[in-house]
Structures are given as C-alpha cells and as structure tokens.
C-alpha cells in the first residue's frame, strides 16, 4: 500500500510541479506586458505616479515601444519628433517590479501546497481503494490458511500417536515417523505465523532441546559433520517456541548447507551459536524478513518466525556471516535459571 500511495503521490506531485513552473512563467510575461501597457499609455497621458521619465539619447539605435530592463529599472524608450537623436525614456523601479514577482510567486506557492495537500488525500484515498480487493483477498487467503491449519492438527496428532505404537527400530516407520514430525513442525510454524499464542514458561535442559531437534535432523543430514557441545544449563521460558526457533535454525543450517560441510552448536557463556558451511548469503541484513529467500526452496518464513519466536521470548538473535561460514547467535541471559 505505502509503495503505491508514493508512486501515485509522486506522479500527481511532479505534473503538478511542472504545470505551476509553466503557470509561473507565463504568470510572469503577463505582469511584464501588463507593465509595458501601462507605460506605454503613460508615456501619452503622463498620469500614472508609479513611472518616471528621462531623456536619453538613443546611442544603442534600440526600437521605440519595447520593453527593456537593465540593473535598476524596467523602460521603455519613446520617440520625441523634435529631437530625433534622443528618447523619452519611461522606466519603473526593478525593486518594485521584484516585490510583484515575489508576490505572485508567493500566491502560486501557497496554491501548490493547497493543491499538494489535495493531491495527498487523493492519493491515500486511491491506495485505499486499489488495494481493497486485495486487502479482502488476502483476508479470505489468511482464513483459508486458518482453517486448513486446523483441519490438518487432528490427522497429524493421529499419524504421530499410531507411530508411537509401531515397531520404531523399522526404517520405514522410522522415515515416515520423520516426515510427519516435518509436517507437524511446518504446521506448527504456519500457526505461528497466523496467531501469536502467549507463551508459557517452564524450566528445561537446554542441552535436551537442542539436541532434541538435532535428532531429527542428523539422520536426514547424514552427510553433514555434526558437532554439538552445548552446557547442562536450565532454561526459564516457553520450550515448545524455543524448540521451534532451533527447529527453524536448524532447518535453514541444512537445507542451504554444502555437501560434506558441516553444523556446530556449542554454548559459549551466556550464547547459543549455531554455525553452518553454505554458499555464502547475498543479504545477510534482511535474511528475519519475512518472505524473504535467495532460493527457490522454501516458503521464506522460518527465519522470520525465528525473529519473532526470540523477541516474544526475549532472546536477542544475531546473524554473522564470515565468508561461506554463517553464524547464528541466540543470547540466553534473560531465560537462563542462574
């Protein structure tokens, strides 16, 4: 909506800008012609106290009746049959002719601003309504979402719980076991993203989460190094959001990893640092924004759930890339139980 209330504000403003440069212009002629007239009549009648008269002599051979303006003044040379060789100058003060300009360019001045002010009421008035289908589209996307969401956690929560009660050392279960727990996760995230539920705070191990989601990943991974070195601290804060920002960090470090690169996750102090081999990122400043991919893959959501997972949990999040090595830090001082 902002984008295309500036662009058609900016094509009202810049023809109007044009339009009163022109309107100031002729604007201007017309004040001198209007001034030429009078001294023209003046210079017959001689009864208008705003002109003076001179004479001078017509060194320049200039042609009678025409407007001329020099340092101080605005004239007019007039003929006199009975001295050829010199003119009747009829002149008015440049100061004077200067304060009528600055005053027509003031009274078009507060005319633009009206007319801009104008132009502003349009425009919003017009964003309003060129995005109002889509606004309402949108809406019916959003509930669909909503719906669909719900519809789907009943046979998900139903594939997991008969899983359970599966042999679990059967590589088939166990395969299908892990792509019901991705879709549980993406059903999660999705509901996430759609409702910001409030978080409940318990106390768990933070090397039991992160390890936890490791799990799950290592196996469809396995080419990846993986190295995990993470503290027996307990953690004060809402388990299942913070599973789901390792959860998305995690997906993220593997999905755009490198073959036979590597996953670190260690503690260091009061931090969480998950660093991954990748390609490199383009944009690493707008990487938690959301929709925002550099690929193909992905809905481009999960680090922006992951920026706003940690701000309703209070943990700061930091990005850092140093070549092809990406780096993810999550601050943990003020959900660590000390």
């Known amino acids: 909506m902002i984008k295309s209330f500036l662009l058609f504000f900016l094509v009202i403003e810049t023809f109007l800008a044009f339009i009163f440069y022109q309107y100031e212009k002729i604007e201007e002629e017309h004040l001198k012609e209007n001034l030429f007239l009078e001294m023209k009549n003046y210079s017959f009648f001689f009864d208008d106290n705003r002109f003076d008269i001179d004479i001078v002599a017509n060194k320049e051979n200039r042609p009678p009746y025409e407007l001329f303006m020099d340092d101080t003044s605005l004239y ?8 050829p060789q010199d003119m009747l100058k009829v002149y008015y003060p440049k100061n004077a ?3 009528q300009v600055a005053q027509l360019r003031e009274g078009i001045l507060y005319q633009f601003l009206f007319l801009t002010l ?5 425009s919003l008035l017009f964003s309003f309504y060129a995005l109002s289908p889509l606004r309402k589209s949108l809406s019916l996307l959003e509930t669909f979402i909503k719906d669909i969401i719900h519809d789907l956690n009943t046979p998900i929560s139903n594939i997991l719980i008969n899983l359970k009660m ?4 059967n590589e088939e279960v166990e395969s299908i076991t892990r792509s019901a727990k991705a879709i549980s996760m993406l059903h999660n995230n999705l509901n996430a993203y759609l ?3 409030k978080s409940e705070s318990e106390r768990f191990m933070l090397r039991e989460a992160v390890e936890e989601q490791a799990a799950f990943f290592a196996p469809m991974y396995h080419y990846l190094q993986w ?3 993470v503290d027996e601290r307990i953690l004060l804060t809402d388990r299942n959001a913070f599973g789901r920002i390792i959860y998305n960090l995690l997906s993220n470090a593997c999905k755009y990893n490198t073959s036979g690169g590597f996953i670190r996750i260690e503690t260091t102090g009061d931090m969480l640092v998950i660093s991954n081999s990748s390609h490199g990122v383009k944009e690493p400043d707008k990487v938690f924004e959301r929709f925002y991919k550099e690929s193909e893959r992905g809905l481009g959501i999960g680090l922006h759930i992951v920026k706003v997972l940690s701000e309703q949990l209070k943990i700061k999040t930091e990005l850092t890339v140093e070549g092809k090595i990406v780096k993810v830090t999550l601050h943990l001082s003020k959900v660590t139980l000390k």
């Open 195 to 197: 409702e910001k539920s």
């Open 76 to 83: 007019i040379l007039v003929p006199m049959p009975e001295s």
């Open 97 to 99: 002719f200067t304060k």
């Open 227 to 229: 190295h995990i070195d």
């Open 166 to 169: 599966m042999d679990a050392k």
């Open 118 to 122: 104008l132009a502003l009421i349009i």
